[in-house]
């Protein structure tokens, strides 16, 4: 593993959590290997004795269904683990695993990690910490993500209903909040959320049905 | 705690872990009760003791800057915890944390539920694994988000590429598909997923630079 490697793996969340003295020590049960195109790497069903963390390359996770059919369940690029939660419940992997491309993984051993962990109950709550700032994070962006252009379409109707010379500029909300949420083509709770998270800007206030802008310029920056 | 709100704090990660006894006997140490708009749950720096569950309305999470400066870290909404992270490794609570509506919360007891966690080396496990799930659910939101957003984008390009009259409608690319990706604000690896996806469906072929359109209709649908 050279250093490159090193670093995108302290990086990842798993091991994050980890003393530099307890990340060396796992690093001791850690394999590196390369596997070329379409090479499995495990089969679905077999123990779950490793988990998994992608150098380069993209690993694609499938399940079989009893009908026969294949589900794509996950498609793991550079910097993420895989495996890691069969790891911690035990048992054999639910899903096969297949390189899309020559890949480099580093392979972990989970006997060796869960006996870390089982040994240290700060390290499990150091790592439940990470995790959860991990959630957080995620939701954060999904929430940004599918806010944005929500947003984008809410600001821009209320600009437009705002009236000239109104001071403070303001609008009220004749129509009820679902039939805007149907016109903006949003979901009612989008709409609710828009609002909530730009009153939580300071960029407007609500009163009852009222609008007040407390920043024109930075909301059509916005819209 | 009526039946709704039981169900909707079992659905969320944290508690999902727990076996019906374990979850039972955290809610003896959990209560449940209202804020009115505008007023603070806890202040930045004061002691973790409790983490939080929202059943309705909006929490806002602030962190005040040495310079004064109020930044919004966070917008809970129902369905979600906050304050987690912290009671994992314990101290004070890093923001402050004030409601932007009437808010129903959830109030439970870092105390006991570490002491649950720390005399239980098995839900730890069980409830990293459900954490890691949850992650990677989270990460495959993500990552559907912005390639759908990235995909509307590229299609957009190519068919305003799109020279009129060619049969098949085709488009040469002329210039590095990594200048393209940087023109439309996308990672390079983004544009090789997305033309990696509309050839699986059939919408496009590609001859090293040359896209040649089998449907343009349906693209035009996508754009």
Redo the contacts between chains.
Sequence with gaps: MNSADIKLLKEG??LAALSQQEFEEVLTHAGVFTLMQNECLFDQGDPATHFFFVLSGTVKLCRIAPSGEEKVM??V?PG???A???M??GGRYPVYARVLEPTRLVELDNKHF?GL??SN?DL??????T??????G??????N??LQ?GAQRVIGYLLQQLPEGTAPPSVRLTVPKHVIASRLGIQPETLS?VL??L???HLIDVHDDQIVFNDVDALRCLS
């Excluded at 499990?124 to 910490?129: I, T």
């Excluded at 995790?131 to 957080?136: G, K, L």
């Design positions: 969340y798993l996950d498609l690029r993420h683990y895989f890691e939660a069969v911690f419940m869960l962990l089982r109950a499990c709550m150091r790592l439940m910490s995790m959860s700032q991990r959630i957080h995620l939701v954060n962006e999904i929430d993500l599918t252009s959320r909530a998270k009153r939580g800007k």
